[in-house]
């Protein structure tokens, strides 16, 4: 089933993308495609066996597992892509290229579904790559200038910091089995014995797969390539694909080199330094940005290094924190560009300015973006409460020094940017001032987009009613 579960959508992106068939006959055949994907990965959750691909050496195979992480992060995949690809119908209804889109949309279906369910760090960074090549061509679709530049600057960014993990994946591989196992696969002689070369591996991979979760210094690539990607490539990118780098992370920190190997240490601080400057630059430039996905990417900097924070404090509290915060990311920033895509779609609005009085012929559409916003600043009893709430406090339980305080204190100020850039929309847009003569025609999308985005809200407060219960 692992198997099945990682090369069906791989295969059906192919043979979705070559014939050309009406384009009601080819949205019946994406809706099968991604429920077919649905129905195998659920089958893989309750029945998936470990499996081994093929061997690379005597002692590299690329193998597939399933366990608590690969769970969660599999379940993330499969909700945000199947409300982004029931969203895409309409989205897409007259684009020339929609089986080009799709074909590399369920292709890096197929790799992240590799990605959650790696068993080793050849495996994972295999996978982490795949899922970098097949969804620069969404960022590409556009085909403008911009998009080109967009889409080069996410697959630089990405490359060269899947270079830098590359580094800490031959490192740790040769001085360890390169199996995860919870605590790491280091053995205790080889932490004695290379110590200091173990813990710049680790700091070298961190900083490398943290690119792909837009952490300082290797950002830049989330302001570019938003923009410019269609609304549902956007919500992937941001809810799920950046995902990539946080489960890079985790496996790399929690079940490779393992957290005692650097806790207490250097690179704990300069982790720590990196995910906080990470947070309050990425919470100033949303504040300062006036293009609304932009303004969503800057966002996405910030929210994602919330989890770098949890994880970073190498603590089972830390690790659950930051997994909530990734399931409440997850389904709230996706839906807050879906809700862009709306915008632009149904009325061609790119900037946060234009948005005023948007909620007299959007007031669907606004109240699913005030839903999301809520979660992501962090007011009970969405997702994104819970989350800061977990990190903080187990930041003043275990964080060294002066962090045990700075931690929520920075956490807090990021929540009332996060507020500033945010709720200002929807009041703007419910309440406009000065103006009494704006348009009232309603002109809220079909179900196929509206649906999603309700579906999205009500994970993210199932997420902060019950993510505790069923998050590792």
């Known amino acids: 089933m692992l198997l099945i579960s990682v090369l069906f959508p791989i295969a059906a992106g192919v043979a979705v993308s070559v014939p050309a068939v009406s384009r009601r006959l080819r949205q019946a055949l994406y809706t099968a495609v991604i429920v077919l994907t649905d129905l195998f990965g659920a089958l893989t959750i309750l029945l998936g066996r470990p499996v081994t691909l093929f061997r690379l050496t005597g002692d590299i195979a690329l193998a597939f597992s399933l366990d608590e992480v690969g769970r969660f992060f599999l379940i993330l995949v499969l909700t945000v892509y199947t409300a982004a690809t029931i969203y895409a119908f309409e989205y897409l209804e007259h684009d020339d290229r929609m089986n080009q889109f799709f074909g590399f949309w369920f292709a890096s279906l197929g790799a992240m579904t590799a990605a959650c369910l790696a068993a080793n760090l050849v495996s994972l960074y295999l996978c982490f790559e795949m899922a970098t090549l097949t969804s620069m061509p969404l960022v590409l679709h556009e085909r403008t200038k911009e998009a080109t530049l967009g889409a080069l600057k996410y697959l630089f960014y990405s490359i060269g910091g899947a270079l830098l993990g590359l580094f800490a994946v031959m490192t740790l591989c040769y001085y360890g089995s390169g ?34 979760a837009g952490m300082y210094p290797l950002h830049g690539w989330l302001p570019a390539a938003h923009p410019v990607a269609p609304a549902p490539a956007s919500a992937l990118l941001s809810g799920i694909v950046a995902k990539a780098g946080i489960l890079a992370v985790i496996r790399l920190v929690y079940y490779s080199a393992g957290p005692d190997l650097i806790r207490g240490t250097w690179v704990q601080l300069a982790w720590m330094i990196l995910a906080l400057l990470t947070v309050f630059m990425g919470s100033m430039m949303a504040y300062l940005e006036k293009v609304t996905k932009k303004r969503l990417a800057y966002s996405t900097v910030s929210q994602l290094s919330y989890i770098m924070l949890g994880l970073s404090l190498l603590c089972d509290g830390g690790l659950h924190g930051g997994l909530l915060h990734a399931a409440a990311h997850a389904v709230s ?44 600043v962090g007011i009970p009893p969405l997702g994104g409460f819970v989350s800061k709430w977990s990190i903080a406090l187990t930041a003043l339980e275990t964080a060294p020094g002066a962090f045990a305080v700075l931690i929520p204190v920075v956490l807090l100020l990021s929540a009332l940017l996060t507020a500033g850039y945010l709720l200002p929309i929807v009041v703007n847009g419910f309440f406009p001032s000065g103006d009494e003569n704006l348009p009232v025609q309603k002109e809220e999308p079909s179900v196929l987009m509206i649906g999603p985005m309700i579906a999205l809200c009500c994970c993210a407060l199932l997420a902060g009613l019950f993510g505790s219960a069923w998050i590792p």
């Open 179 to 212: 199996v995860f196992a919870p605590g790491g696969f280091l053995s205790a002689e080889a932490v004695t014995a290379q110590g200091p070369l173990l813990r710049a591996a680790a700091f070298v991979g961190i900083v490398g797969f943290g690119a792909k």
């Open 333 to 376: 920033k996706g839906t807050l560009f879906l809700c862009a895509g709306v915008f632009i779609h149904r009325l061609g609005i790119h900037n946060v300015s234009e948005l005023r009085g948007i909620g007299r012929q959007m007031p669907v559409t606004l109240w699913c973006f005030l839903i999301a916003a809520l979660s992501l």
